[in-house]
C-alpha cells in the first residue's frame, strides 16, 4: 500500500526548521503573502501540499504558498483562501 503522504519526501520544505512556516509573528503581517510564496516557490509537490491544506487540521503554518491563520478564517477571506487552495490543487477554477 503506498503512503498518501509520501508526496512529504520530496517537499521542498523537508527538513526545514517548522518556524520558518508560521507567519504568525507582528514582523510579517504586512509581507505573509509574498513571505509564503517564497518558501514554496519552486517545490515540486506544491499541488499534494495545497490538497493535504485543505484539511481542517491544517492552520497556522505555510501550505502550498499560502499563509493558514491559526484563528479559523471567516468571510470573504476564509473563502478566497480555500479557492487558491483549490487552485493550486489543480480542482478549482482561477478567476479570469
Do not use: N
Amino acid at each position: 500500500m503506498i503512503d498518501p503522504r509520501s508526496w512529504i519526501t520530496r517537499a521542498k520544505c523537508r527538513g526545514a526548521d517548522p518556524e520558518l512556516f508560521d507567519l504568525s509573528a507582528r514582523a510579517y503581517a504586512e509581507h505573509r503573502e509574498e513571505v509564503a510564496q517564497a518558501l514554496c516557490s519552486g517545490c515540486p509537490v506544491i499541488r499534494e501540499c495545497a490538497m493535504d491544506a485543505m484539511d481542517p487540521l491544517a492552520v497556522g503554518t505555510v501550505r502550498a504558498g499560502l499563509w493558514i491563520p491559526l484563528i479559523a478564517m471567516e468571510g470573504a477571506r476564509g473563502r478566497e483562501q480555500v479557492r487558491r487552495l483549490a487552485v493550486a490543487a489543480g480542482i478549482g477554477a482561477g478567476r479570469g
